[in-house]
Every structure is written in structure tokens, then in C-alpha cells.
């Protein structure tokens, strides 16, 4: 029997030598950008305080030789990966990879109601807490640095909400309503912990906002909507898949931009304190040139996202270096389990789209028939 999948022709040669290609421009983001592990997560508040009232490096204050070459490296990526997209806008890498990736879209709710479930479910009796506070010993808003014990007030009522959260996440209940309480948790979180919250808000609103859109997906308890809400999970409903990732790939850049703004540039002394407590490798490098050089990787990686360049390649680097940091920090498998669920539709999805067509049926488990224009989605050809 002939097996034409396992033929190197020409075209999937040139393929393959645009992956390496790619792989090339990316690699700095492998290891680099893995390092926006929280730093509060892994420094006690002494230990922050401590290490936040020291001076900033020189190379954060002043331009120098190696600081301005690592702003020229990042740049050359930055339009290397700008170039390597339009010139295969046409003809995309791996087309048939990508197509392939694209008819598993509909799994990414349930990767994003997983995630959420482990995320929430832990948040709300505190099994991962923050370094110095004991397993179980109080319940936080999400992340292992805002927590409840800290406010003003009986705020454990936040936890319970929480907990009905997670679980109507995980079993499909309701899940447009879950998301919607989801939301409302993230703007609480904002009037409860200020700032804090600003650098989570992005992550869970991408999930959240992902979920109002596309749903439950497979895998969910099928009930009745209520009359008073039909109306909006319908228009919700007939919005397509691209919108909803268009929105997702936008509040993760934010968030991530953020993140390396906030806690890299303005605040590098808290890196450097994680390198120096945990021992962490810098591949042979200063410890305040490796920060400078996370601090550019994280703020290329939210730029490609928010641009809407190379996102599969980049989410495939952001895994397997979050998934190193947390091994190296001892954070736990499921520290970043919201990450992890978020790349799912990055990887599975690609880039979004705005301006993408209204549904006009609805497709479940689409299998693929013929490419029609590699380029664009909405050419191919699935059948239900």
C-alpha cells in the first residue's frame, strides 16, 4: 500500500527548512520568556520588600554596550518574524498541520474549563499557596499572592463562590454563566487587591471571555436555557470562533506586556532575588543582563501575540519553558494551569480574527475534506 504521508517532497522540504527557520528567530523565547513565573509566588513578603529596596541594576538606569545589543537582537527577531509571516502568508508552513490543528478548535473549551476548575478548586481551600503561607491555611482570589486573609473583613464567602465556579466549569453547567461569574470575580478582584489583580486579570478574562463565546464545547450536562437568556447565548452563539480567539490572543498579550513592564523592568530587583534564592541557571550570564534579557523576550512574546504573528510556534515555546521554570522554581505542575489551558487554543486556533464571518450552522468534531486556500480557514473544507 502506498503512503504518500511519509514522502519528502519539495514543498513539505520547504516546509520543514521554514520551521528551522523559525525555530531559529524564536529560540531566544524557549528559555527566556519562561521566566514570568510570578515573582511574588516564590519570594516571602520580606524577601520581596528586601530585595525591591535595593538599587536598580545599571543596565535598567543607563544605555550601555550589552544592553543596547540586546535591544538590537530583539528588534532583528522581532522583523525577522514579521518578514517570515508575510512571506508565507500565501503558502503557510505546514499548512496541512495547521488545517489539522484547526479541526480540533472545538476541544479548546474543555482544555479552558479543565484549567480553570484546577485553578479555581485550589484557590478556593489554598493547596497552592505563595512561599511562607501553609498548604490549606487560607483560600486566595485565583493566585497564590492575593490572599483573602489579608483584607479588611469577612471575605471567605469568595472562596465558596469560587468552588461552585470550578465545579460547574468542570461538569459544563451553565457555562456562558460560569464564565459571566468568572468575570465578575476578576472585577472584584480589582476593587479588592488594586494593582495586584492587573496581573491576572488579563489571563482569566482571556479564558473567561473565550468561554461567553464559544461555550462548553463537548463534554457538557445539556439544560434548558432560561427564557430571560436565550436571546444572549444565541447572538453569543452565532459569534464565530475566530472573534473569540481575536479577543483571547488580545487580553494574554496585555496581560503579558504587563507582566513584563510591571515586574521586569520596573521591579528587576524581584527576579534578581528569585535567581539568587532558588539558584536558578543564567546560562553563563550576569544575573542582571539574564533579566534584561527575560525582560525583552516577555515583552516580544506579548508584542507577537497582540500582533497576531507566529502564534502556534510561540505558544509551543511559552509551554515548554513555563513547564522548565516551574520544574526549576518547584512551583508545582499545576501553578500555571491556566497558562497551559490558554495555549490549547493558541495552539489549536492560530491566529484570530475580528472580522470573521457570523456562524451559520453549527459544526461539531469537524473532519477535514480539502485545504481550498491553505491561507485562509474559512477555505477549507470540513464536514460535520
Known amino acids: 500500500m502506498n503512503d504518500n504521508t511519509s514522502r519528502i517532497t519539495p514543498r513539505r522540504f520547504a516546509s520543514l527548512w521554514g520551521c528551522v527557520e523559525l525555530a531559529t528567530l524564536l529560540s531566544p523565547l524557549l528559555w527566556a520568556s519562561a521566566a514570568m513565573a510570578h515573582e511574588l509566588w516564590v519570594l516571602t513578603p520580606e524577601q520581596a520588600t528586601q530585595w525591591n529596596a535595593r538599587p536598580k541594576p545599571e543596565i535598567f538606569t543607563e544605555l550601555n554596550a550589552t544592553s543596547l545589543s540586546v535591544y538590537l537582537v530583539a ?3 522581532l522583523v525577522g518574524c514579521l518578514l517570515l509571516y508575510h512571506r508565507t502568508a500565501s503558502r503557510p508552513l505546514a499548512s496541512y498541520l495547521q488545517a489539522r490543528l484547526t479541526s480540533y478548535g472545538d476541544y479548546a473549551p474543555v482544555a479552558l474549563r479543565i484549567a480553570l476548575f484546577i485553578m479555581l478548586g485550589m484557590a478556593s481551600i489554598g493547596l497552592s499557596p505563595r512561599l511562607g503561607t501553609g498548604i490549606m491555611q487560607t483560600p486566595v482570589l485565583g493566585a497564590p499572592d492575593l490572599e483573602l486573609r489579608l483584607l479588611p473583613g469577612n471575605w471567605s464567602w469568595v472562596a465558596a463562590i469560587e468552588g461552585v465556579v470550578a465545579v460547574c466549569l468542570l461538569l459544563g453547567i451553565y457555562v456562558r454563566g460560569a464564565a459571566a461569574a468568572l ?3 476578576g472585577l472584584l478582584g480589582l476593587y479588592l487587591f488594586g494593582q ?3 496581573a491576572y486579570i488579563g489571563l482569566v478574562g482571556a479564558a473567561a471571555v473565550y468561554l461567553l463565546f464559544q461555550g462548553a464545547g463537548p463534554y457538557a450536562v445539556p ?3 432560561f427564557p430571560s437568556t436565550a436571546r444572549t447565548s444565541a447572538w453569543f452563539a452565532g459569534q464565530p470562533r475566530e472573534r473569540a480567539q481575536w479577543l483571547l490572543q488580545l487580553l494574554v498579550g496585555a496581560d503579558l506586556l504587563y507582566l513584563a513592564l510591571e515586574y521586569k523592568f520596573r521591579q528587576p530587583n ?3 532575588g528569585v535567581l539568587d534564592i532558588h539558584h536558578v541557571p543564567t546560562l553563563g550570564m550576569e ?10 523576550a516577555e515583552t516580544l512574546a506579548a508584542t507577537l501575540l497582540l500582533m497576531g504573528v507566529m502564534i502556534r510556534p510561540l505558544a509551543v515555546g511559552l509551554f515548554v519553558a513555563f513547564t522548565f521554570f516551574s520544574l526549576v522554581l518547584w512551583e508545582g505542575v499545576f501553578s500555571h494551569i491556566i497558562v497551559y489551558g490558554l495555549l490549547v487554543p493558541l495552539i489549536t486556533n492560530g491566529t484570530g480574527e475580528w472580522r ?3 456562524k451559520t450552522k453549527t459544526m461539531s468534531h469537524p473532519r477535514i475534506l480539502g485545504l481550498g486556500n491553505a491561507s485562509d480557514p474559512r477555505s477549507w473544507v470540513l464536514e460535520a
Do not use: N, Y
Open 75 to 77: 528588534t532583528l527577531c
Open 183 to 185: 468575570l465578575g470575580l
Open 196 to 198: 495586584a489583580m492587573c
Open 223 to 225: 439544560l434548558p436555557s
Open 270 to 272: 524581584l527576579m534578581l
Open 287 to 296: 544575573p542582571a543582563t539574564f533579566v534584561l534579557c527575560v525582560a525583552v
Open 356 to 358: 470573521a464571518r457570523l
